[in-house]
């Protein structure tokens, strides 16, 4: 299979850059490894402990599918044999992080063969390093990173140089895999129905050519999920039981996630993806948005209802996903590439549409400075658990509050304390902040999942709190508008 177009293939430049952007991934995850605490990640330790304690390979509780539980047994064992003294979960955060990132080189490849643009795939690249979002979550020793690498993998073989036969196996193979990472992954066999059906009503193929391509990705989905998830016919009741578990988890909502199913959820997401996904800064995120808007849109005009595909696919699962009371905003990490590729596609549409002169080179030098500035945002908030031990709190806090002179601040005890204040309880108002450690407050069941909620977090830039009210990581203070301790 080749990726690069043929015209490109022998340029150093088109090979170096996606390495580039995967070696930043992998620093600036690297430097922020040691963070917080995951709910999934200990229990994927603790069934393999289990599993290797009762001699079995298949896991039992929670954890359909399994390709999260193997790569958990595989670094177990290769762990225990070095004889590793380092943080396992450490380790474990490593190899998540390298699978998660391999993301932006398929990103990159995808966008530059579509587009035959190296600025453009750039940018496509640029854009998931560019997301916070996209670099915690990809810290995280649990199934959603990998998941949606498999998937944007799974989508770019389709467009790749090779025999239509080969593309429809490999890449139902890998949406196999996909799903065997996470259920939900496997939506991106809607790319592939695509595929198929486009040739029914756009290459003058007949219903039995369809037919057969239709075994085809029957065939090989069902062998990658099975690779990945022996148990779904191994332990077929078990199977089931914990499908019917998910759904009912997702149906009801998850503590703090909880949101109302279908308009409500589905505003939510539309917001997180507008502002939040693509940048710290709404502005670039937006922008990023109207890229990828463009970039459907120029699809759409030109009839690549493939590409047009890339854009149907990540509506029906928002909308699928709406559909449930439980909003974790890690679910979304799967559109984030589909988005990068289409912001691309929409970069080079309307680069193709500028005038020549000073104008063609401000936008594009507008927005790569925009992604690159959004790059080093996201590198700086990493530095802040690198060098956590270094934070001065205290410090941190007494500078916002002089840089704020017009708000007035009701300190908790233990926000006070750290400057030497006394904790006070005025009235609530319009212009009163309340200012605490967050271990003094505990997370109400409904804090999570409202966007730019709290006023300023000082401390690590590990999570968005705005989403992640319930997580617990290190302490920090919190700056909330209109509420007292």
Not at 56 to 67: Q, R, V
Not at 205 to 234: D, I, Q
Not at 248 to 270: D, M, Q
């Amino acid at each position: 299979m080749r990726w690069l177009p043929s015209d490109l293939q022998k340029k150093w430049l088109v090979q170096m850059i996606p390495a580039v952007l995967f070696l930043w991934l992998m620093l600036n995850g690297v430097l922020g490894l040691r963070f917080g605490q995951h709910w999934d990640e200990g229990l994927f330790v603790h069934q393999v402990w289990k599993a290797q304690q009762e001699h079995t390979l298949l896991p039992h509780e929670y954890i359909y599918p399994s390709f999260s539980f193997d790569v958990v047994l595989v670094a177990t064992k290769i762990y225990q044999t070095l004889g590793g003294s380092n943080d396992f979960q450490v380790c474990l955060r490593f190899i998540f992080l390298t699978i998660t990132s391999l993301t932006v080189i398929w990103v990159y490849l995808l966008t530059l063969k579509i587009t035959k643009n190296l600025l453009a795939a750039t940018v496509g690249g640029l854009v998931v390093c560019a997301s916070f979002e996209l670099s915690y979550h990809s810290r995280w020793a649990v199934a959603d990173g990998p998941a949606a690498q498999f998937a944007i993998l799974s989508t770019a073989v389709l467009f790749c140089d090779a025999s239509r036969g080969k593309k429809l196996i490999f890449s139902a193979l890998i949406a196999g895999v996909a799903a065997g990472t996470k259920y939900t992954a496997g939506i991106v066999c809607l790319n592939i129905l695509i595929f198929i059906f486009r040739s029914t009503f756009g290459l003058g193929a007949n219903w039995k050519t369809v037919t057969r391509e239709l075994l085809m990705l029957f065939v090989g989905f069902s062998v990658g999920f099975l690779l990945t998830t022996p148990g779904a016919v191994l332990e077929w009741v078990s199977f089931i039981v914990d499908i019917g578990f998910q759904r009912k988890v997702y149906a009801s909502g998850h503590y703090g996630h909880t949101v109302s199913a279908g308009l409500e959820h589905f505003w939510k997401i539309s917001q997180y993806v507008g502002l939040v996904l693509f940048a710290k800064i709404p502005f670039v995120s937006l922008l990023v948005l109207l890229l990828a808007v463009t970039g459907t849109v120029s699809a759409w005009v030109r009839k690549e209802w493939d590409q047009f595909g890339l854009f149907i696919v990540m509506l029906a699962y928002v909308i699928y996903v709406s559909a449930f009371r439980a909003m974790i905003v890690r679910n979304l990490l799967y559109i984030l590439p589909y988005f990068a590729v289409l912001a691309g596609i929409g970069f080079a549409a309307i680069s193709r549409k500028l005038p020549s002169g000073k104008v063609s080179v401000l936008f594009p030098s507008v927005i790569v400075l925009l992604l690159l500035f959004s790059c080093a945002q996201v590198m700086a908030a990493s530095l802040t658990i690198f060098h956590k031990r270094d934070l001065n709190l205290a410090g941190e806090l007494e500078r916002y509050v002089k840089q704020n002179p017009d708000k007035q601040f009701a300190f908790s005890p233990g926000a006070a304390a750290l400057i030497h204040a006394p904790p006070n309880k005025p009235a609530p108002a319009a212009n009163v902040y309340a200012v605490y450690l967050k271990s003094e407050k505990p997370a109400p069941d409904s804090v999570s999942n409202r966007y730019h909620h709290f006023e300023k977090v000082i401390g690590i830039e590990d999570v968005n709190l705005d989403y992640y009210a319930d997580w617990s990581g290190d302490d920090r203070i919190i700056v909330e508008k209109s509420v007292v301790p």
